[in-house]
Each structure stands twice: as C-alpha cells, then as structure tokens.
T-cell receptor
C-alpha cells in the first residue's frame, strides 16, 4: 500500500537554527514527490516537486532533496515567518497521497 | 485568475441537513480534485475529475457524498444527511492538462483555501 510518513511531528527552532524535515515513502510508480506549506486554516501552498532520486530544488531558505526512499526539506537560518505545517505527498497515477505533516514553530 | 476558488469558506449545519460546496478551478485546468482534511492530519483524497468525467472515487466517499463537474468547469460536492463525523475542511484542487511527456507525470496540483464544515 502506498504510504507517506513524516517526522518529526512537531519541531521548535530558534530563529537562525537550521534543521531538516524528513519524508519517508513507499509508492508503486512514483510520479512526483511534492512539498506543500500549510498555514492554519488555509489550503496547502505548493513549494516543490521532485521527480527522481538525486534531484534537488531550492527556494529562499528551503531546499528539498530526494532519494529512492525519502525526501528531506532543509531549512537554513529559519525566520518566524517560516512557521507552518509542511506537508509531503507522493503522486501515483493521478492523485496525491499525503503524510500527516510536520508542524514547525520558529521563535525569535 | 488568482487561483482555485471555494465557496462557502465556512458552513455550520445541523446534523441531518444537506450541504453543498462549490469549487472553481484555475482557468484551463482540466483536472479537479476533492480532498478532506481533519485537524492534525494530511489531506485525504476523495474524488477526481478529468474534464466532466469522474475518474476515481475513494472508498472514503460514502453514498451520502456526491460530486459533479458539469461541462468540465466548476465542481460541486454535496453531502446529504450530514453527520458529526463529516466535520472537516474540504479542499478542492486543480491541475493543468498533461503535456504527453515525462514532465507531466508530476504536474503540480494547486489547492484552494478550503471550505470548513462544522456539523452540530
């Protein structure tokens, strides 16, 4: 069965303290691994899509990497405005299967 | 066009009543999805349309739930005889048509802001 597991469930960081979020997955026929950011009460906001092992993408303080079994979202020198839930999802056929997310809090 | 639009954003209803949510996808996106999300969980797939055809339905979608997409434009999700367990955020998403290349295997799926349902 296709499955996505994210860790940790919650992460508290001091402003400027870099860290990584993990997304482990099992899927039959990966058609993309997606990272989304979700603020409370809002819909997920697209960040990255990764297609194949070894691929990396960056956006501001975020960098996503992909291996055959997991993906990492690296956050460099985070700011309080980076506080959100980060969702990982894999695509098989035509739908996304999500993990439960990592709730990130960045304190000044 | 600024994104996927959902209405209403919030709905409080009494148990047993019917509710309907509307989704307007991004212009020219032929694929439209409905997901459900409860607190502390990731979105769960409910159903998916390509143009007006409903191609897949999750087993989560009981017979009280029905979705339509007439003319392949906007979509509605109706919940009949609501139950307290239906309380959740209902998310609509859309994605553009595939290009027929490897790239389209991971076409981005864009989400709306969601419609919150509270059943009391």
């Amino acid at each position: 069965e296709d499955q996505v597991t994210q860790s940790p469930e919650a992460l508290r960081l001091q402003e400027g303290e870099s860290s990584s979020l993990n997304c482990s997955y099992t899927v039959s026929g990966l058609r993309g691994l997606f990272w989304y950011r979700q603020d409370p009460g809002k819909g997920p906001e697209f960040l990255f899509t990764l297609y194949s092992a070894g691929e990396e993408k960056e956006k501001e303080r975020l960098k996503a990497t992909l291996t055959k079994k997991e993906s990492f979202l690296h956050i460099t020198a985070p700011k309080p405005e980076d506080s959100a839930t980060y969702l990982c999802a894999v695509r098989n056929t035509d739908k996304l299967i999500f993990g439960t997310g990592t709730r990130l809090q960045v304190f000044p | 066009d600024t994104g996927v639009s959902q209405n209403p954003r919030h709905k409080i209803t009494k148990r047993g009543q019917n509710v309907t949510f509307r989704c307007d996808p991004i212009s020219e996106h032929n694929r439209l999805y409905w997901y459900r999300q409860t607190l502390g969980q990731g979105p769960e797939f409910l159903t998916y349309f390509q143009n007006e055809a409903q191609l897949e339905k999750s087993r989560l979608l009981s017979d009280r739930f029905s979705a339509e997409r007439p003319k392949g434009s906007f979509s509605t999700l109706e919940i009949q005889r609501t139950e307290q367990g239906d309380s959740a955020m209902y998310l609509c998403a859309s994605s553009p048509p595939g290009l027929g290349t490897k790239i389209d295997l991971g076409n981005t799926i864009y989400f709306g802001e969601g419609s919150w349902l509270t059943v009391v």
